[in-house]
Each structure stands twice: as C-alpha cells, then as structure tokens.
C-alpha cells in the first residue's frame, strides 16, 4: 500500500517483482486493487491499476465489494430511508480506460487463455492485456502457438506475422514481446532492404531498445543458442522479395549462414516477428460481414478470418516463405468499447495534471467527439490526434 501511495509506477512494479508484496494483498478491509481505485490523491491511478492488473490482482474483490455495499443500501435504517441516495458503483466511477481494463482481466476469455501459458517460460507475455487494447483474439491464438511450442510438441522456430491495418497495435506488440520476455530485442527495418545480405547487415532500428551497434549477424552470434526475438518491421515492403529467401533456413531448421563458407549459429530460440499490412482491405471486408461488427470477434469469426488471410500473404510473399511461418494473426479494427477506452487514456497521458481541472461532462465530451473523428485506416492514430485537437480546444 505505501508504494500504491506515492504515486510511484515504477515502485509499485518493482515492489510486485521482488515479491515484496502481491497483488491481492489486503490492508484492512480493502485490497491493493480497491485502495487504488479509490485513492483520488493518485496522479496515476491508471497506470498503478494497469500495473496491479498485469501482477495478477484479481478483479473479483471489486464485485464483492460493491455486493456489500448493495446488501447494506438494500436494509438502509427506516429514519434515513427517505434520504438515501442510490450509490454509484465502483465500476461506474471509473474512466472508460481504466473500467476497460479491469472488465478485461476478468473476462472469461482472458483467463482461459492466460492458463495456456500460465507455467511456460511465455507467462510474462500475459501482461501485454495492460499495455495494448483490443486485439483478444489474436492474444489468444499467440498464446495457444507458445503453449504448444513450449510443450516441446514443436521443434521449428516461432515465426509469427501480424498482419492488417495500420494503427491497431501490430507493432506495439512486437516492440513489447522482447521487454515482457526479459530477452534482448533486435529490430530491423525491412523498408531500406536491397538484397538478401543487407538483412544481416542491419542495425536495429527501434528507439525502445538499448542503444547498440550490432548488426543482426552479431546480434545472433551474441545471442547463439539463447532466447531473443529478431522483429521483422514492414516485411512486405522490401526493394526485392529475394531479400526474404535468406530468412528459408532460419525459419526452417533454425540454423543461419550469413556468408556461403561460414559457419552455421543456432537460432532455435529465436522468436521472429514480422508486422505487415497485407490484407488490410480484407479485414474490412470481413468486419463488414459479420452480423454485429461492433462487438468483440467470436474465437470461430477470428479463425475464418485467418484462413482467408494466408493465401493474401503468401501471394505476396511467396509459398516459400509463408510455409515457414508458424502463424499468421489478423489484426482487426477496433470496438466500440474499444476506440473509448483508447480515447480515454490518450486524454489522461496527454493532458496529465491538466485532467483534474476538466469536469468529467467536459472529458466524455471529448472523447465522443475523438471517436467521432476516427478512421478505420489509421485506427488508433487517429484517435489520439482526434484527443490531441480535443485538448487544444480545451486547455
């Protein structure tokens, strides 16, 4: 409670790492979970709550809470009878980000599909619910292909692409996979390949990773034998897709040469990422099919889906190349419930303190009017430029 206290993001997660305290810890009648909530001195409630969530703080003690409250209003004493007002609930009074979050930790699918990995070197990866919205069902298709490779019923490596619209976490994801895992990240930017031997002379490219100036060949000689992942930004956008042919082996027998007389360096462990926008147009096609588009995908709409999408991307990278990939996963647009939770957080880490001076009619105001201005091409980017418009106006 003293790290939830001081506002400090960073303690609260170091003090849940160590062990020092856990999630679901309680301090009297409250839990670790309840005190955050509804401490209003915290200037980033969101972020604790995010943090308490991705720990494994369980959702439940808040419709506990409010059951015993409901079962105290239901008897209230006959003289304040007549005054007694209906008190809201705990989950009305949260903003649509933070209620989004913890509605998703205690959804039935988010636990079903935590279990896959529950006890696999992947755990980690659990917490990415808390730094990405939407995307369920795509979560839950990488964790079911982990589980099975970290069951050793797999021995090829794990090459997973993220396809679809632009603006709907594909590359948030990835740039997160390496950090959540604890394992060094290399990013190559596949926009500025010419030849199948400039991959291998890449620098990473990404400003979220340690400063280095390895090349992917060193990065994977650094790395022989270890668990890292390689991210493959842009992948169908190479000067030639003979650049993609030196990726065949990796991909198949997790060996790689990187020169005709070199030697062989294991990458068995590698964990390669590709993000991509190939079938975009028909994972439109495929929202506007379906009989309520609005809501969250069902696991059978997601998996037709994704045999629709394999003949796209080996169309436009080749049957070799996608013959090789483990999984494809569709990124898909975003809910409405979604785009508001989006919305909602992109005002909060924007405006900061600027937030406690804006009346909640003001802030949902807002965030209509963003969603009002977003465009399904550009997904979450739009957004937040829709927010950041919003708050020019406002402040």
Request: aromatic share 6%.
């Amino acid at each position: 409670m003293f790290a939830i206290a001081s506002d400090d993001v960073e303690q609260v997660k170091n003090v849940l790492e160590m062990g020092e305290a856990g999630p679901n810890d309680t301090v009297g009648p409250q839990s670790a979970l309840e005190f955050a909530l509804t401490n209003d001195q915290l200037s980033h409630k969101m972020e604790i709550v995010k943090t308490l969530l991705a720990y494994g703080a369980d959702p439940a003690v808040l419709r506990k809470s409010e059951t015993g409250l409901a079962n105290h209003v239901s008897n209230p004493d006959p003289a304040e009878e007549s005054h007694h007002n209906p008190t809201p609930s705990m989950m009305d009074e949260m903003d649509p980000a933070t209620r989004y979050y913890v509605e998703r930790a205690d959804a039935v699918h988010t636990r079903r599909t935590s279990a896959l990995i529950h006890r696999s070197f992947f755990r980690p990866l659990t917490r990415v619910r808390y730094e990405l919205i939407g995307q369920d069902r795509a979560l839950e298709q990488l964790f079911k292909v982990l589980s099975i490779h970290s069951r050793q019923f797999s021995v090829t490596p794990i090459v997973v692409l993220l396809c679809g619209p632009s603006g709907h976490g594909k590359s948030l994801l990835a740039r997160k996979f390496g950090s959540l895992l604890d394992v060094p990240t290399h990013t190559v930017n596949m926009t500025t390949l010419k030849s199948t031997h400039d991959i291998w002379q890449s620098y990473s490219m990404s400003p979220y990773e340690t400063p280095t100036t390895c090349t992917l060949a060193e990065f994977l000689i650094n790395n022989e034998g270890k668990r890292c992942v390689v991210v493959l930004d842009e992948i169908e956008k190479t000067g030639d897709e003979k650049t993609l042919w030196s990726l065949l082996m990796p991909w198949e027998l997790g060996r790689c040469s990187f020169e005709a007389n070199s030697r062989h360096i294991d990458v068995r462990n590698v964990i390669w990422l590709g993000t991509s926008n190939v079938g975009h147009e028909l994972v439109f096609e495929h929202r506007e099919s379906r009989e309520h588009p609005d809501k969250l995908m069902s696991r059978e709409e997601y998996v037709e889906l994704m045999g629709l999408l394999r003949p796209r991307v080996s169309e436009r990278l080749g049957a070799s190349i996608l013959s090789r990939v483990t999984t494809v996963l569709p990124f898909v647009p975003f809910t409405e419930d979604e785009k508001k939770a989006i919305c909602s957080e992109a005002l909060y880490t924007v405006a900061g303190e600027a937030m406690r001076s804006i009346s909640p009619t003001a802030v949902e105001s807002m965030i209509r009017a963003a969603m009002a201005s977003y465009c399904p091409e550009e997904g979450a980017r739009s957004l937040y430029r829709a927010v950041s418009n919003q708050l020019v106006d406002t402040i």
